[in-house]
Nanobody, 130 residues
């Protein structure tokens, strides 16, 4: 079992920045793959960024590339989603998700598919106003 707890969501103005945190606990290994997703009302859940706990290789969705990045702090068992140049269309609930990946995580062509992930956090709300 893996537990995920997100935090850091807030209301910001367009152009601002936020850093979301995902504390990962439970039975994790270096092959645990952790991703950030978001879901706006009436829209599909969208994969944003992913990395394997034991690797520095990441993948970021084209829709947010250049504005969002994923990083980790092993000492704190925490993954972060750094978001810059925020836009009103970034308004959504943001989720952290995890799965056991084997050696391939960010290189998996379906890393952004919600059905691949076993464990989910409760989400944190981000609201961007114009």
């Amino acid at each position: 079992q893996v537990q995920l707890v997100e935090s850091g969501g807030n209301s910001v103005q367009a152009g601002g920045s936020l850093r979301l945190s995902c504390v990962v606990s439970g039975t994790t290994t270096s092959n645990t793959c952790v991703a950030w997703f978001r879901q706006a009302p009436g829209k599909e859940r969208e994969g944003l960024a992913v990395r394997r706990i034991g690797s520095g290789i990441t993948a970021v969705a084209d829709s947010v590339k250049g504005r969002f990045s994923i990083s980790k702090d092993n000492a704190k068992n925490t993954l972060y989603l750094q978001m810059t140049s925020l836009k009103p269309e970034d308004t959504a609930m943001y989720y952290c998700a995890a799965r056991s990946s084997g050696a391939v995580c960010a290189g998996d062509s379906s890393w952004n598919s919600r059905s691949r992930y076993t464990y989910w956090g409760q989400g944190t709300q981000v609201t961007v106003s114009s």
